[in-house]
């Protein structure tokens, strides 16, 4: 049984910043990438960062310079700055190794 349990989401004001962690626990192995991905209403799944084994990361254009991927052993974190309203959404983790596994989502509300 794997889990992501996923941390850190909440209301912010623009220009503000949030820091999201995925702890994944359980039978996971040969761990290739982990990434976030966020849905805002009526719009598509989108891959916001990603890290693959040995360090390589990469980020949606949007959010390059402002959000930060890492890693330390199974726990994925996102460091987002500079948060604007269009960052608005759930947040979900995501692990891919032999199959891909997903969080619960975390809620990120850019407001003033």
């Known amino acids: 049984q794997v889990q992501l349990v996923e941390s850190g989401g909440g209301l912010v004001q623009p220009g503000g910043s949030l820091r999201l962690s995925c702890a994944a626990s359980?039978?996971?192995?040969?761990?290739?990438?982990m990434g976030w991905y966020r849905q805002a209403p009526g719009k598509q799944r989108e891959l916001v960062a990603v890290v693959y084994n040995g360090g390589s990361t990469n980020y949606l254009e949007s959010v390059k310079g402002r959000f930060t991927i890492s890693r330390d052993k199974n726990t994925v974190f996102l460091q987002m700055n500079s948060l604007k309203p269009e960052d608005t959404a759930v947040y979900y983790c995501n692990v891919a190794s032999l199959l891909l596994y997903w969080g619960q989502g975390t809620q990120v509300t850019v407001s003033s």
């Open positions: 359980g039978s996971i192995f040969s761990i290739s990438a």
